[in-house]
């Protein structure tokens, strides 16, 4: 028997006063995986205590690391060096995090032991070649499925990897990061080159341990010539969760918020500049640098929203952001063009159908195309039933769709809120929206 997790929004409302959201995710799984390689003790705060973070700090206690915590988001890493990893005694599980499955894959294709990492449904189903398939030009054995999908039974190498310069299809920092930490123990240098841009937690974080990482325009380097020497690291708050509230505040009148304390790394930033070219009011306060990171606090306002084409230049910036990016849209004036996002389809659920479905289901004329959607926003947002299919933000956009709605919504499926923003409902519902989480048992 397990659980399932109910939202019921009731429609209209506002957003008003001061939030701090949780800890970024990116940031936290990394602030485990290179405590845990380092030399020495490793403090932590601000680490998000959710389902996908903890997913990896567990996967690392299996490997033989003293981490204690998290309490308060206070987590302290007994780092065991680059080579103090230990044999795990069973399979990995990380249950829906692709970034723990993907990260982990390239750090522990070099190690002298053998993994098995796995997942739930939803990561069991996402595309794992993506990495498999360079890991293997290095020199690695990785087991997948037929169809390249987890469980990846990964026969360590001990080192023996062989570098490569690596020109990356599509633009990943899930790949790009599994790449740089299999670089780490690999033979020559490891070099990957992006398309476009995207999200640096993995070279800030490597620099501030220590460990030399270059950058040359968009490719990257790494070699095995290096340790990571145990440091502090201040996790901010993640973007990827404040922006419910940055679009919950810009589309709901007499909306004002202010988000303390949010990582706005550029290259995490796209939601800012699309909520802005849409005629959103954020501005970005006392914005300072923690721990190699830009910070700031971020004041909303809410105005009416214009209907834009997104430029494709900002699609990997904003990638988690989409959906509930397309309820910005929904209740933008005009038409909003969504292109280049096909990656949205392999996320924690087809982000680009599953919006579409719901977003048809509330009365919204959206369309999905093969890359991403057409929105004809500005009317009125009914109420019914709509289905997250599981994945956490899915859920989270269409409860703050709510504010805008002519009647009640009801989501299905949210358990997997609890992946990334346990406090979720709590914040919401602090700042005004009209939010209830029901649980109930499913055979
Ligand atoms: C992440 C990278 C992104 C993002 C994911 C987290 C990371 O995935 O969607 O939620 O922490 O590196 P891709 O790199 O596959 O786009």
Redesign the pocket.
Known sequence: MTTTITFTVQPGGQLRGEARVPGD??MS?RSIMLGSIAEGVTHVTGFLEAEDALSTLQAFRDMGVKIEGPENGCVTIHGVGKHGLKTPQKDLYLGNS??SM??LGGLLAGQPFNTVLTGDKSLSGRPMKRVTAPLTTMGAVINTTDSGTAPLAITGQNGQLQGIDYVMPM???????CLLLAGMYAQGETSVTEPAP??D??ERMLTGFGYPVTRNDNKISINANGKLTACDIDVPSDI?SAAFFLVGASIASGSDVTLKHVGINPTRTGVIDILRLMGSSIDVINEREVGGEPVADLHIVAKPLQGIDIPEDLV?LA??EFPVLFVAAACAEGRTRLTGAE?LRV?ESDRIQVMADGLVQLGVDATSTPDGMVINGGKTIGGGVVDSHGDHRIAMAFAIAGLRASAPIKILDCANVNTSFREFKDIATKLGLGLVSEESAVN
């Open positions: 995710k990116s799984h692709g970034t993907r990260l633009a990943s920092a899930q790949v790009k990061s995207t999200r937690h993995t990827s990997p990638i988690d990656e996320k």
